[in-house]
Each structure stands twice: as C-alpha cells, then as structure tokens.
C-alpha cells in the first residue's frame, strides 16, 4: 500500500505552464515575496506538506535509518512513489531527499529536505548583510561567486533553516499517524525501559556495596565515579 502526499490542489500549478506564470505574477503583484522565495530555484511550488516537530520525531523513532534515495535497497520502491521521486528530482523542490525506514520491518517513508546556505571565512565570521543577518543563498557555487564579487575571504558554506516534507510512504498495511504515534510511544518506553532498568540496578547494587567500596576509595583503589556507582 502506498500513500503520496502530494497536494492535488496545486496540480493545476504544478503541471501547467500557463498556471505557474500566473501564480508568479499575482503573487510578485501582491507583493508575496515570501511565495515568490519559497520557489526561488525551482520549477513549481512544492506541494508536499511541512513536518512538524512531532511527526518528525515520530518517523524517526520508527525508521532510524536514513538514506540517500538513491542508495536504498531494502525494499522495492512502488511505481507511484518513483514518480513523485522523478517529479521533485526534476522540479528542484529538493535539497536532497532521502528514504528512512526500519530494518526489521522497513515501512520506508520519503523525506525531501529544504535548506539554505550561509558563508563563513577563515575565522568562521558570517557574511551579514546590512542590518546583520546571513545573507543566505541557494546553491555552494552562488555563495562563492556573491563572495567573490564583494571580496569577501571565502572559507566555506554552512546549512541553515533546514526543513523536511512528507512525500510518500509505503508498507504491507498503512497504520493512521494516531497508531504510528502509538508504535513510537511503546518502542521509546521499551528502548529508555531497558536502560533506566539498567541504571537502576547498577545503583543499587552500588549502595549495598557502599561501605565497603567507601574503603577502597580512601585507600585510591576505585574512583570517585566507581564510588558513585558508575561502571567499573
């Protein structure tokens, strides 16, 4: 089962010349400048939806295991999703896009990463603009060629603003987010579980040895950090 997330009501945007230049130009006659950067390099809107803090969290926690598209192999990837794939490769809406999944059982979900960048020289300072913010670009070569221009010592590029969008998941059965959320809460409680567990035997283990261990100590036969129960 596949699930895109693509929002069908930019289609018209997305897939018709006509329509774009439209959108450009209402949005550059509003003044919607935001709308007009957030294309900025790319051929149409992106129409995948942002992830929140929460849902990102909760992907992660059920796939941890992040890689480049291009690289996954563990499961074969559905028809509809390579061609949303191929959609956002050749409209640029991307930075880089990647597939996290799960190694035991992969229900591989797509992720398209957004990011600018700032330029720094050799003594890591940023280039500010006048009312000193990171002049921010979109691309390594148009940061080196702005800095170039303007004599700025050029050192290197860093990310910033980075955001992640939802493009498609796929499993043999699609659970709602409210039972994804479920699935991460129980296997955070057994993951931490285990190790608070752990840790509190160590502890306790260490306070019934405490007068003994308290000798070794004075003698400098254990450390502090093995007095207070830490591994040995």
Known sequence: MVEIYANTELNDVLFEVEALQEWKELAQEMGMESQLESIKGKESP????YMNKGIQIIMETLCPTKVKFKEYNKT?????VMKQLAFSVRDNHFKHIEIWYDDITPDPVAIGYTYQYYAYDREYKHLLDENKKDVLFETE?????YCSTIGFQYQGI???????????RWADILRP???LK????ERLIEKYGATLKNEIEEKTQALKKLTDNTILFLN???????LKGQRW
């Open 158 to 168: 860093n990310k910033k603003n980075e955001n992640k969008y939802l493009i498609a």
């Open 46 to 49: 992106n129409p995948y939806p």
């Open 177 to 179: 987010f409210n039972e």
């Open 76 to 80: 074969p990837i559905p028809l509809e």
């Open 220 to 226: 400098g036969e254990i450390t502090e950090s093995q």
């Open 141 to 145: 070569t148009e940061a080196k060629d």
């Open 182 to 185: 479920e699935l991460a809460k």
